[in-house]
C-alpha cells in the first residue's frame, strides 16, 4: 500500500517583514532620539528572526521524527533480502572464480607454449651474434650449425616467419664476418712474422748497445776513480792548512779574550766603586725620604661623624697611603 505524506509548510506572513522594511528604511541618526530609533528597530528585527527560528526548530523536529521512522523501516526491508541476496552472490562468486581458473590456466599454458617457441627463436639469433675475437674456425662452426637447422611450423608456429628471416640474417651477418675475420687473421699473422723480426732485431741492437754501454762505464768508472783520488789529496792538504790556520786564530782569540777579561775586571772595579760612592753619598737623602714616607703613613685620622666627611677623610687616607708607598719604592730605587 502506497502513502504519500504533505511535506510541512514554513507559513509565515511576508507582509510583516515587508511592513517593518518600509518602517525603518528612510531611517537615518542625526541626533540621540534618532539613535533611539534605530535601536528601537534593530530590536524588533531581532524579535522577528528569534520567532522565525524557534518556528523553524518545532517544524524541523517533526519531520526529523519522520525521517528516522522511515530510516528504521529501511534498515528492516533491507535486512529481509539480505540472506537470499548474499545465497546468490556467492552462488555467482563460485562459478566466475571456476571461470577464472579455467582461463589463467589457458593463459598459463599459452605463455609457456610461446615463451618454449621465443626460446627456440632466441637460440637461433644466438648463433648469429658474434664478438671482436671469436675466431674463424668458431665462424664456421656456427654457419654450419645455422645452415642445417630445419625451421618448420610444427616448431615454431605462428613465429615461423620470424624465425627463417632471423636464420637468414644470422647466416648473412656470418659469412661477411667470416671473410673479414680471415683476411684479418692471415694480417695477423704477418704482423705478428714482423713483429717477431723486429723484436729479434732489437734485441741484437740492445745486446751491441749494451756492450758498448759497458765498455763507457769501465771508462767512466776509471775516471771518477782518478778525479776521487785527487779529490782527497786536495781536500786533505786543504784540511791541514784550515787546521793550522785554526790554531794560530784561536791562540790568537785565547789572547785577546785574556786582554778584554782583564780589561772589562778594571772597567768592573771602577764603576763599583763609583756607584758605592753614589750610594754613600745618597743614603741620608733616602733615609730622610723613607722617614717622611713613613711619617705621610702614620698620619693620625681625626674622628668625625658625618658620612660624608667619613669618606673625603678616607679618599685623603688612601691617597697618603699611595704617596707613602710610592715615595719608599722611589727611594729605595735611587
Known amino acids: 500500500m502506497k502513502t504519500t505524506k504533505q511535506l510541512v509548510k514554513f ?9 517593518l522594511d518600509t518602517k525603518y528604511k528612510e531611517t537615518q541618526i ?23 527560528d524557534d518556528k523553524h526548530k518545532e517544524l524541523k523536529r517533526d519531520i526529523l521524527e519522520a525521517g528516522r521512522s522511515l530510516d528504521g523501516d529501511k534498515s528492516r526491508l533491507k535486512a529481509l533480502l539480505e540472506p537470499g541476496e548474499n545465497h546468490l552472490k556467492g552462488i555467482r562468486q563460485i562459478e566466475d572464480d571456476r571461470k577464472a581458473a579455467i582461463k589463467e590456466e589457458k593463459d598459463r599454458k599459452e605463455r609457456e607454449r610461446i615463451e618454449k617457441i621465443q626460446e627456440k627463436v632466441r637460440s637461433v639469433v644466438a648463433q648469429g651474434i658474434i664478438y671482436d675475437t671469436m675466431p674463424s674456425s668458431t665462424i664456421k662452426e656456427r654457419l654450419i650449425i645455422l645452415k642445417g637447422h630445419k625451421v618448420t611450423k610444427e616448431i615454431y608456429a605462428e613465429f615461423t616467419d620470424q624465425t627463417i628471416q632471423a636464420q637468414k640474417e644470422a647466416v648473412a651477418g656470418l659469412e661477411r664476418m ?3 675475420r680471415i683476411q684479418s687473421e692471415k694480417e695477423e699473422v704477418e704482423r705478428k712474422a714482423e713483429t717477431e723480426r723486429l723484436e729479434t732485431q732489437r734485441k741484437d741492437q740492445e745486446a751491441a ?8 762505464r769501465e771508462i767512466e768508472e776509471n775516471r771518477k776513480k782518478f778525479e776521487e783520488t785527487e779529490r782527497k789529496a786536495k781536500l786533505k792538504k786543504e784540511q791541514e792548512e784550515f ?17 778584554q777579561a782583564e780589561h772589562d775586571r778594571i772597567e768592573k772595579a771602577a764603576a763599583d766603586a763609583k756607584e758605592k760612592g753614589r750610594q754613600e753619598a745618597l743614603k741620608p737623602d733616602k733615609e730622610k725620604l723613607i722617614k717622611f714616607a713613613d711619617g705621610l703613613y702614620n698620619i693620625p ?5 658625618s658620612a660624608e666627611a667619613q669618606q673625603i677623610l678616607s679618599d685623603a687616607s688612601d691617597v697618603l697611603d699611595e704617596l707613602s708607598m710610592n715615595m719608599k719604592v722611589q727611594a729605595k730605587d735611587l
Request: glycine letters at 4%; proline letters at 2%.
Open 11 to 19: 507559513d509565515f506572513d511576508i507582509a510583516v517583514i515587508t511592513a
Open 30 to 52: 542625526t541626533d540621540g532620539k534618532s539613535y533611539a530609533v534605530v535601536m528601537q528597530g534593530l530590536a524588533e528585527y531581532r524579535e522577528l528572526r528569534l520567532a522565525i
Open 178 to 180: 667470416l671473410t673479414y
Open 209 to 216: 748497445q749494451a756492450k758498448i754501454d759497458e765498455e763507457k
Open 243 to 259: 787546521e793550522r790556520q785554526a790554531t794560530i786564530k784561536a791562540e790568537q782569540e785565547a789572547k785577546e779574550a785574556q786582554e
Open 301 to 305: 685620622i681625626p674622628d668625625v661623624k
